[in-house]
């Protein structure tokens, strides 16, 4: 009787990328020449993934993490990306919550809290930018709230709410900075200018040729590293910002009547005074 554990050793092996490719063959396959080979309906995924084992909890879970994915575009692998760092930032969970509910909520928070209006409203997805009037200018500046307003710095912030199931839903947050890092771009071109314009007045002023050219390499240097600087802090301070936004939709601190308004804060602090005797 020949040995089992030395037959199953003998088995071929597949791994995880080959598993992908074999699947999307056999679905390509089963498809037909007149359907679309491409593109599949979340019950044919379902079926799929029931095929392999997988169980239809964690195939909604991912299918939901593949509709709230953001595609990188090519500008964050071209020469501005690498000078001055990302220009995107991203953040995702699930959480409990009903779509429509978290998607309030995001709306609630993202105009009231970071001072954004809607630009786009999508029934799974809205698109914000940020505010341009007097007052916002005033509260940014003031960082009223003792707020530092991380996300009024982004050409547009995203949100799109995805469900799981009856009583969860994937949360992809976005915020775009391509406007920050072209000021941060324009920054450096300025201070070539200046350095530039240095180096001609000593040269015309007969200064020694090795002193003469330091500015033209000095001021650019220190723009372009102040500048890489800022990009990566505004980038930084943007994702901490996204994380806890999602930290509190998962706590469920938003949405609650009262917590993220002047008025519930006024009645909370009304509330908290001891009474006259």
Do not use: C
């Not at 037909?32 to 095929?51: I, M, R, S, V, Y």
């Not at 001055?84 to 909520?105: K, Y």
């Amino acid at each position: 009787m020949p040995d089992e554990r030395s037959s199953n050793s003998l088995t071929p092996r597949i791994d995880r990328a080959g598993l992908e490719r074999v699947l999307a063959r056999a679905a390509e396959l089963q498809s037909g020449p007149n359907d679309t080979a491409e593109e599949f309906t979340e019950e044919q995924l379902l079926e799929l993934g029931k095929e392999v084992g997988l169980s239809p909890q964690h195939l909604r879970q991912a299918l939901a993490e593949e509709r709230t994915r953001s595609i990188v575009p090519d500008d964050e692998r071209g020469v501005a990306a690498s000078l001055f760092g990302p220009s995107r930032v991203r953040a995702s969970r699930t959480v409990a919550g009903r779509p429509t509910d978290i998607l309030a909520a995001l709306d609630t928070w993202m105009q009231r809290q970071e001072l954004l209006i809607v630009k786009r409203h999508h029934s799974d997805r809205i698109v914000w930018e940020p505010t341009h009037d007097f007052f916002s200018g005033i509260k940014r500046a003031l960082r009223v709230g003792g707020r530092d307003y991380a996300l009024s710095h982004a050409f547009e912030v995203s949100g799109t709410v995805v469900p799981v199931d009856d009583v969860r839903v994937h949360v992809g947050l976005d915020a775009d900075f391509r406007s920050q890092r072209s000021r941060s771009a324009r920054q450096v071109a300025g201070t070539t200018v200046v350095g530039a314009a240095a180096t001609a007045s000593l040269v015309a002023m007969g200064v020694m040729v090795a002193v003469a050219v330091a500015p033209v390499v000095v001021i650019p240097a220190t723009g372009f590293v102040a500048a890489r600087a800022m990009q990566g802090h505004v980038v930084t301070r943007a994702q901490l910002a996204l994380e806890q936004l999602l930290d509190r939709l998962e706590r469920g601190d938003i949405g609650r009547r009262g917590t993220d308004s002047l008025l519930g804060a006024i009645v909370a602090a009304a509330t908290s005074l001891p009474p006259r005797r």
